[in-house]
């Protein structure tokens, strides 16, 4: 008799629907241009690109521009169709894009920096352009006049920069793994404050104004959710990279988080349920457990004659074990770890399927994403490469 052949359950997972190639250098930004088959992408090889949509499928460039130092970043504001470039030289330029993106007209240049602009932003409803540098400098500057209306000097290289309309706060993450926290007026600034959760390099920021949480990756293959909006100091933790995590968006109708990679991870996080903080780390000098000395603990050691052990942490209380008493590995996805880590005999006995149950998706994308851009009307995610290469996903089958 046959075995019964079982059919395997469909995956879902994103969609690629186009590869855009031709850049001499790394792409260090590329956007979605909204209502429009288009993308704007600034490269490492000076240029400045705007491909659109041909009647064969493929998209081609309908704007090809060298600017005098390679581009940085880049800031694009629909509404106004008003394109802000970092370069390497420190001058922010601006342009506006005609309206069937074939052409692109200068409007002013912002020396804005010493040296290379890191992040841009552009608040059309204050007329500002924030941006922030290698100099260590956070500065902001008023879009109409041109003038610098006020700077600050962060702790370390910038690399994250997002900002809240209503409040007028700025969130700068840097390379020190600090994020500062800065209250703006028109033509001064006052520290609100600084956090620090990450044990690497801040790479990117995101900010959700309706929830009002902050989101930051680091080097340190992190994400950090801070819950600014409830004042009680709240962090929780997400670990699904085995590389830097290098860039972040939200897409709040769905209340999902998609964070990127450098290991060309794209994880799609639900940030929808219930989940909790990591526990401190206690301090012991023995295991919490079976009371072992640990290898500092001589005068224990002395007394019990017993040979110290080297301490662990349980991942799900934080309490100070031996390897004895935490030989069981698993998942606690609502805490963050959706992979298995170390925790304690009793923790592990603990721990039901359902809390095991998995929060997140892991998709590949084949490249080492450096940046993102997610357009929530349409579902399409835009990946920018260390390969020189941007890709167009639907995320759809993901993100829903």
């Not at 005098?68 to 504001?77: H, L, T």
């Not at 240049?109 to 608040?123: D, E, G, K, P, W």
């Not at 500065?139 to 209503?166: I, K, P």
């Not at 990450?198 to 949480?213: F, I, K, N, S, Y």
Request: charged share 20%.
């Amino acid at each position: 008799m046959a075995a019964e052949i079982q059919p395997k359950p469909l995956t879902r997972k994103p969609i690629l629907l186009q590869r855009m190639e031709g850049s001499q250098e790394v792409v260090n930004m590329a956007v979605i241009v909204p209502k429009e088959e288009g993308v704007i992408s600034v490269s490492e090889d000076r240029t400045v690109r705007v491909w659109l949509k041909r009647d064969s499928g493929q998209y081609w460039p309908s704007i090809y521009h060298a600017m005098p130092s390679p581009c940085s970043c880049m800031s694009f504001n629909p509404e106004t169709r008003r394109l802000s470039i970092g370069l390497d030289n420190g001058t922010i330029s601006e342009f506006i894009l005609s309206e069937d993106y074939n052409k692109m007209t200068p409007v002013k240049n912002y020396q804005a920096h010493q040296s290379r602009v890191t992040m841009i932003l552009f608040v059309l409803e204050l007329e500002w352009v924030l941006s922030t540098g290698q100099d260590k400098q956070f500065a902001w500057h008023c879009s109409e006049s041109g003038q610098r209306l006020g700077g600050y000097r962060t702790s370390a290289v910038a690399s994250g920069l997002q900002f809240d309309v209503e409040t007028r706060h700025v969130f700068i993450g840097d390379h020190s793994g600090q994020v500062t926290i800065l209250k703006l007026e028109q033509e001064n600034c006052t520290l609100v404050t600084t956090f620090r959760g990450h044990t690497g390099g801040v790479t990117a920021l995101c900010w959700d104004p309706v929830q009002r949480v902050l989101f930051s990756g680091s080097s340190d293959h992190s994400v950090i959710m801070w819950d600014i909006g409830g004042r009680k100091g709240t962090a929780i933790e997400l670990q699904g990279h085995n590389d830097k995590v290098q860039a972040l968006s939200y897409a709040q109708h769905t209340r999902q988080l998609i964070s990127c990679g450098g290991d060309g991870g794209i994880v799609v996080w639900n940030m929808d349920v219930a989940r909790q903080e990591t526990p401190e780390w206690l301090d012991s000098d023995s295991c919490q457990k079976c009371d072992q000395p640990f290898f500092w603990n001589f005068k224990q050691m002395w007394d019990s004659k017993k040979i110290g052990l080297r301490q662990h942490h349980c991942r799900k209380c934080g309490k100070a074990v031996c390897g004895k008493c935490s030989s069981k590995r698993s998942s606690i996805p609502l805490m963050g770890f959706e992979f298995e880590v170390r925790v304690c005999d009793s923790c592990h006995e603990a721990i039901t399927d359902e809390e095991r149950a998995p929060t997140a998706t892991f998709h590949d994308s084949k490249h080492n994403i450096v940046h993102v851009h997610f357009d929530a009307t349409r579902g399409w995610l835009l990946t920018s490469g260390t390969d020189k290469v941007i890709k167009l996903w639907d995320m759809t089958p993901v993100v829903s």
